[in-house]
């Protein structure tokens, strides 16, 4: 990786054999600007990030260059480990963010010119780096400021230029591998590139198939337990539940695993419900040498393990022995996957022509992404206790002994039950395709000398087109087909014939397969292929996302300073997008069981822009002043829905002597919404109850609160026994386009005696009116957190106001729609330096990059009495110090490479409501680790090259360091205990590479 401050300028591989006219041989176009320039060193800080140096540290994906990059390190950044969750871009998209401002304010563009956003799913917004093959790449250019000025929307956090190989000598062939040392995980990748070079012009070819093996959380002990990591305060002694499994002898005294647990069934109980209290829950688990007795209750195949007193908070000591024995350890969870299957096949193409007056140029993209997750997740319909699968395994249903209480059944000497949750362990699998096409013609020349004012002024005019074509299968759980008690509406119902069989009846009359959930077999999730056709199905959705972009350009120079010429350049730009999503047809009726629901988002914005730029030398070759220029750029634009409006940005590059140099920058962009933010369909989703800030009310000390919760009608005990509620995320109908100040100030020491440069560069961003979801907790903070209740955020809050139900004044429904909130702030300070040395027996060179960030704050309501602004700076996930470095050796044909990556400590130690000390499973003075240490990466290789091919072989993470362990309820999401929200730590361990190219 290369430094900020050093010269960009045209690669050898890109000059012309007939040299351009004088006026503007060797200038070239760079990031962050629309001026070609003979040789530039420019005001705004870049990282320039080769595709060799790349391949050195045996990166053969784009994404995982860009994200590893340190101005994006720092943040949590999009990739495929998100499969569990539901992102923007659909499941397998890799995004980047810059700054951690998101990567729907990261602008990416190819060649300098945009890409369309692909991917599934209504919220698609950002490019997806998938369909950007590495192999095609020369170098990418990170520019760190705002450049909205320049480049339009969305370019709030900074750009990144991917710069692609213009010509193609001879043939080449690439063979590359990247395989862990433990399985799973590993990639492997094929390209070749061929060109065609004629008098006047020249073509290139090249293809590229990429595949990235599954990577299962049973391949990486930290992956495979999620252990809770508690902690006695005094001793330091562990203290997790352990475990006490006969079935898993193997596991005794081991700390339990808590990942998704099933071969279950929770028979609730009414001890405690008649008196208006919470449900006491009758654990049965497998246990294949359990024979029912008759009169007990009890079925064969299933054994009574314990009670849970949900009053008490569940994990009280005096219950804990049925928690100790349930398999939360079961096989099939180390089956899911961390990071998917994924394949890719890219196709490339770019053509130049001399023509008269100028040169004719294209390229052409198709990019096919398959992304195949697996997954596992808990399947629990309710079953009411007179329902003939309850009277199969346990006898007839009673009268129930509180009146008005639905009927009860004796599922154990002494222990009547309402209803029984079944507990089983079922494929939560999602198929993804995208075909992405991209496209770009354009016609380039000069004006000529005899032009007049324009004389030897160069003009661009262009058009370019992109579609993504995207699909994806879900496996989901068909309501209709599903007898549940808890979800009213079902379209099917059991029932007894004459001969004492349970049958199944759809609403129509005709039969159906019966499921019966609390058979053992089927509980262990062993259905039969009629079974499994009848309560899963092919929930298929499509998503379809067009960008039409015309662009025309003139750039030159309007006249001559004593310092030097002035140079302008002026463009129009007209860009048009729309997305079509259509989910599945379960998912738009709202009938699959346990996953959101969510309709047809469609929409089209349409936008005209004018564009203008000024460099203007001030003043050159004086004492203390070798080199001042200024510059400056404006932006007006033109949306369909949003009106018109104008950006602008300023710079100033002082280079005071050979050592020195002084760069400045202040500009203003803006960010137009998405079009998902204004146009999603409703989409459902669950959030637990226990957000409800009214909750047992009367213990807290928060007088506001109390008088609110009270003044709603809720009493202060009030708790519930109601799982989740449903939260609803649309599009926003008033949202108004972002805007943002950035400003940057650096320092370039350039001693070219000792062939170093060092460049510090201060940035602070500040995004105004930001659009995001608010957030179940956040609206529920607002509405009761506040004195003048109710007001405008009570609105969007529903409970159930029933008094007749058993789930009285719970939480039912909070939409959470797409809002413009106050402001996101981000401050600090990036580091680049390089040093080279020539001895006599090779070339030293050694790189740096490092981001220190100082704040990254969020100001949700703007400054509302009640609430702060929260700074996550240093938390997990947004570590405050971040860097990369390349210490690299050539002799000869040989190069030697040492690489590192550096992530500082993070700790969520602030961000955690949760008292700590704490008392866990009734044990007081109790510690949960909620810090991820310092963590280090080292990686090796070496290269040799020869006239015709070349091979690299190395290892990354040299010393198999393991991600950072984090405890349960550490205000990070983990899976094992791996923090899967800290992107900057390795889950792959231990990596081996091997890159082979050859040239014919």
Known sequence: MTGASAFAQADEEDEEETPPPAAVQDRVVVTGSLLRRDEFTSSSPIQVITAEAATLEGLIDTA?????????????????????????????????????????????????????????????????????????????????????SIYGS???????????????DRPELTVRGSVPFESGGANYSIDGAYGFNFDRGNITLSASYERFERLRRGDRDFLACGKDYMFDATTGERVDITALTPNAPGDIGNPICFNPFGNTFDAFGINLRGAGAALSSHYFVFDPDAAGKP???????????????AQLGRWVVADLTGYREMEWNDPRTREADILPEVTRF????????????????????????????????????????????????????????????PPVVQVAPGILVEEIDPIILVPSNQDTTVDYYYGVAGFTGDFGSDAGLLANWTYDVNVSYSRSDGSYDVTAINRNNVDDAARPGNQISHSFDAGGNIICTRADGSSCPVVNYLDPRV?????????????????????????????????GDVFELPAGPVGAAFGVQYREVSIDDTPGPLSISGTSWGRASAGRTAGTDRVWEAVAEVEVPIIRGVQLIEDLTFSGSIRYFDYQAFGSDYVYKLGANWQVNPLIRLRGTYGT?????????????????????????????????????????AADGIPDDFNTSAPTFTTVRGGGSALTPETSDAMTFGFVFTPTELNLSVALDYFEIEVNDQITVLGASNILAACYGRPNFPNAFCDLIERNRDPASSTFLTLTRIQDDYVNINSQRTSGIDVTARYEHE??????????????????????????????????????????????????????????????????????????????????????????????????????????????????????????????????????????????????????????????????
């Open 346 to 405: 890219s196709l490339y193409s770019t053509a130049s022509f001399d023509v008269a007056g100028g040169e004719l140029y294209g390229e052409l993209l198709y990019n096919r992404r398959e992304t195949k997750s697996r997954g596992i997740r808990q399947f629990f319909p309710r079953v009411m206790a007179d329902h003939p699968f309850v009277e199969n395994a346990f006898g007839p249903a009673m009268g129930n002994p509180f009146a008005g209480r």
């Open 64 to 148: 995982e260059i860009l994200q590893g990059a340190s101005v994006a390190a720092g943040s949590t950044q999009i990739n495929t480990q998100f499969g569990g969750f539901v992102i923007e871009g659909g499941v397998g998209v890799n995004t980047v963010s810059l700054r951690g401002l998101g990567s729907q304010r990261t602008l990416v563009v190819f060649n300098g010119r945009r890409l369309g956003p692909a991917g599934t799913q209504g919220q698609v917004g950002a490019v997806d780096l998938n369909v950007i093959p590495q192999s095609v790449v020369q170098r990418y250019e990170i520019l760190k400021d705002g450049a909205s």
């Open 839 to 1000: 001895f006599s027996f090779g070339r030293l060179v050694a790189d740096f990059a490092g981001t220190w960030t100082f704040t990254d704050e969020t100001d949700v309501f703007g400054g509302l009495d009640g609430f702060e602004t929260n700074d996550f700076n240093g938390t997990i996930g947004d570590p405050d110090f971040v860097a990369n470095s390349t210490l690299q050796f050539n002799r000869g044909d040989w190069t030697f490479s040492w690489f590192s990556r550096y992530v500082q400590r993070a700790s969520n130690e602030d961000i955690v409501t949760a008292a700590n000390p704490f008392t866990y499973l009734g044990r007081p003075n109790t510690l949960r680790k909620r810090h991820a240490e310092t963590t280090i990466y080292h990686g090796a290789s070496v290269r040799y090259q020869a006239s015709d091919w070349q091979i690299i072989a190395g290892i990354n993470n040299l010393f198999d360091e393991a991600p950072p362990a984090i405890s349960s309820g550490a205000g990070s999401s983990r899976v094992g205990t791996a923090p899967i929200f800290g992107t900057q730590y390795d889950l792959r361990g231990r990596t081996g590479f091997v890159n082979v190219s050859r040239r014919f």
């Open 523 to 555: 509980l262990r999730g062993d259905l039969t292929d009629e079974e499994f056709n009848f309560v899963f199905s092919s929930d298929k959705g499509t998503t379809i996302f067009e960008q039409t972009m015309v662009n025309a350009l003139i750039t």
């Open 669 to 709: 962009s803006f960010r137009a919404p998405a079009l998902f933010e204004r146009f999603l369909a409703d989409q459902t989703g669950f959030t637990a109850q226990s957000v409800d800030p009214c909750r047992n009310w009367g213990l807290s000390t928060n007088q506001t609160l109390r008088d609110n919760c």
């Open 295 to 309: 009169g007990s209750g009890f079925i064969d195949g299933m054994r009574l393990i314990g009670n849970d007193n």
């Open 154 to 168: 969305d370019a709030l956090a900074g750009v990144i230029n991917v710069i692609t190989r213009r010509s193609i």
